[in-house]
Structure formats: structure tokens, C-alpha cells
């Protein structure tokens, strides 16, 4: 192969495991399994002619030719999301644009849904079709890799290579509850102060690869309340699964106020302070469509109106925003 030929995702697995020094984190961070991305870097030294790594059983290094290529990749790499950006503009000024998919994170109400019935009352001859990830630290990676175009989730609390590729925007400063099994002690109020969790086991996701941000929030909201994280789990898929382990272990589960109501279950919001959790719509950067359009213009609407990014006084918020919105 000539060296001129070399597919952008060589480079793309080179540069992940320069960034990491680690295959493991690289493949994990791409999502593909580690034997392909060991394969994919050994035919990118074959077809270079050169060593990028010095391997041993403790480390991996970069070599004089590895560090050489590494802003050469990267550059390589913008320029190949720029025109990917470009052509999808040209295509969308000479065609009626595809349908634009977009990531709810659930089959249910919630913010995400309002905004998107509005988008589609505004762009009415667009195509915004739903999709349900379960979970931002998924989702972005599918959006970053073209298979979504938009997502809803705390975006702030995405690894920071992760977000890099993404443009995003603040839509809601969205109240936490909690899920309780119908008879559980707490379950008789009206909500639930967040002292009063203190020595129960909550779930919120944790050891779902696919929901890391929103685990990290929870743990930051959880430590120095007395409030433990509830062991990793199997995931429930669909919302009957959900509710019969749920039910099965009595745990209460961290949800959103906007969260569905389940059989057999209790939500309640949480207080003392009123824990939020700031959600935001991502999307590829370079990227355009009439829907995306619609999408951001929906949202920036709603939360003008309802006063979505307006946090209530003594409210809690995770540490990175606690002086306001991201831009984006």
C-alpha cells in the first residue's frame, strides 16, 4: 500500500494509543476490540515502514517516528472532519436533506422529547427520527463516529477526548429524584431530602460502560452524604426488565423528575438541597442540517420560556458548573 492511501481510521487508532500509551484505554475509548486495534497499528508500521511504538510488558512508548507522526495524523485527521463536514453541506444544499437521527437516551418523556416535538413542529418537512442509546458516554461516541448526529445527556461529565469532537449546547439544569419501591420508608412522602438517603444503597449505572457521566455525577452528588453507590449490575434491558430487578433489589434508583412512572414504583423529587443535573444536546462539530438547526433553535426556545437554565436558589450543582452554563 502506498503511504498515500492510508485510511483515516490507521491514523485514528495510532493516535488514540499515542494519547493513551496504553492499547487497553485506546480500544476502550474507540470502542472497537483491542487484537483490532493492535492489528490496525502494526499495518499502519507496515505500510509506513516504520516502528511507532516500543512495546514491552509495562509500557507502551512512542518512538522518534511515532512522535513525528503524531501532528502529522492529527492534522490529517481535522482535515478529513472537515471535509466530511463540507460535503454533507454541499449535499444538503443540492438534495433534500436525510433524516437526521437523534439520540433520546429514552423510549419515554422528558426533555429531550419536548425538544424534539418542537423541532419537528418548526422544520416540519424534516426528518427527525428517535433513537434511545441509554446513556451520553455511548451516544457521543456515536455521534463522534457518524452513526448518530445528535444527543442529550450531561455532557460535561463525558471524558474529555470524548467531548473534544463536539459541539454542544446548555438546554436544562434538570431536578433529580429518586425511584423507590412502593413500600419503602421513604416512599410516603412527597419528596425526599437528600439527607435522608443517607445509608441506603443507591443505583445509578454504575459498571454500565455506557453511562459513566452520569455514575460520576451521582458518585460527586452521593460522597460526604453517608450515600452508597449500588454495585455494578447487570444491564436491564427495556423498562420491564428495569422494573422487576429494580423491584427485586429494593435499591433506590437516581433518576431525573422527568423520568417515566413505573408500576409498582414511587418517584419522588429530591430536596435539600435540589440536586440538578445540566443537560445538554451535542453534535459533531462542522456538522449541518436544517433539523440540527430546528433542534437548537427549539431548545433555546423552550428554555427561555420555562426558564430551563435558570438553577433555583441553593440548588446543587455538579462541581464543573457551578458558575454557570458551558457555551457551546
Request: proline residues 9%; hydrophobic residues 45%; contains cysteine.
Amino acid at each position: 500500500m502506498n503511504p498515500r492511501d492510508v485510511e483515516p481510521r490507521l491514523l485514528r487508532g495510532f493516535v488514540a494509543v499515542a494519547e493513551e500509551l496504553h492499547f487497553t484505554r485506546a480500544a476502550a475509548r474507540l470502542y472497537v476490540a483491542q487484537q483490532a486495534l493492535s492489528r490496525d497499528v502494526r499495518r499502519l508500521e507496515q505500510t509506513l515502514a516504520a516502528t511507532l511504538f516500543v512495546r514491552t510488558t509495562r509500557a507502551v512508548e512512542l518512538t522518534p517516528d511515532g512522535h513525528r507522526l503524531l501532528p502529522l495524523a492529527r492534522r490529517v485527521l481535522r482535515a478529513h472532519e472537515e471535509l466530511a463536514g463540507a460535503f454533507a453541506a454541499v449535499t444538503a444544499a443540492g438534495a433534500a436533506p436525510r433524516p437526521l437521527l437523534v439520540d433520546l437516551n429514552t423510549d419515554g418523556p422528558g426533555t429531550a422529547r419536548t425538544v424534539l416535538e418542537r423541532a419537528r413542529e418548526l422544520a416540519p418537512d424534516c426528518e427527525l427520527m428517535a433513537r434511545f442509546e441509554s446513556g451520553l458516554t455511548h451516544a457521543a461516541a456515536e455521534v463522534a463516529a457518524g452513526r448518530l448526529d445528535v444527543a442529550f445527556g450531561y455532557a460535561d461529565g463525558l471524558d474529555p477526548v470524548l467531548r473534544a469532537p463536539l459541539a454542544q449546547r446548555p438546554v436544562r439544569y434538570e431536578p433529580l429524584a429518586v425511584l423507590l419501591p412502593e413500600g419503602h420508608p421513604l416512599a410516603a412522602g412527597e419528596s425526599v431530602p437528600l439527607d435522608a438517603l443517607a445509608g441506603e444503597t443507591v443505583y445509578a449505572g454504575a459498571g454500565n460502560p455506557r453511562t459513566l457521566e452520569w455514575t460520576g455525577l451521582a458518585r460527586e452528588l452521593f460522597a460526604g452524604r453517608g450515600i452508597l453507590m449500588a454495585p455494578p449490575a447487570p444491564v436491564a434491558m427495556g423498562m420491564d426488565e428495569f422494573r422487576r430487578v429494580m423491584v427485586k433489589t429494593g435499591n433506590p434508583v437516581l433518576a431525573t423528575v422527568g423520568f417515566l412512572q413505573m408500576p409498582g414504583c414511587v418517584k419522588l423529587p429530591l430536596t435539600d438541597p435540589v440536586p440538578l443535573s445540566p443537560l445538554s444536546m451535542v453534535w459533531r462539530k462542522g456538522f449541518g442540517h436544517p433539523g440540527l438547526d430546528a433542534l437548537r433553535t427549539a431548545a433555546a426556545g423552550l428554555a427561555a420560556e420555562r426558564g430551563w437554565l435558570v438553577p433555583p436558589a441553593g440548588s446543587w450543582l455538579p462541581a464543573p458548573l457551578t458558575h454557570g452554563p458551558a457555551g457551546g
